[in-house]
């Protein structure tokens, strides 16, 4: 999913502030230093996120007969293919 450098960060900040309302947290760093260092953490998740959706995608396109996006056969496939790359990665 492509989320702008804006909404990253509006999500970067909000998990700051649940962090920040946690008993059981205390902060060493800055908060806008903590805020950066999250926010640089959901873009890596986001990245590999779109590279394993660009995986099953791929996987789907090179089967011998064309098969449709959004037809049932195609959800299947996507939700199997989408599975493999994950554990591919160890997420």
Request: net charge negative; hydrophobic share 35%; aromatic share 6%.
């Amino acid at each position: 999913m492509r989320l702008s450098r804006d909404k990253v960060n509006v999500l970067a900040r909000a998990v700051a502030d649940v962090l920040k309302q946690m008993d059981e947290v205390e902060f060493i760093e800055d908060p806008n230093t903590i805020r950066q260092e999250t926010r640089k953490i959901l873009e890596d998740l986001l990245n590999q996120e779109e590279k394993i959706d660009l995986a099953a995608r791929q996987k789907i396109e090179s089967q011998k007969r064309t098969i449709l996006e959004g037809s049932q056969e195609w959800d299947i496939l996507y939700r199997k293919y989408y599975k493999e790359e994950v554990k591919k990665l160890g997420v």
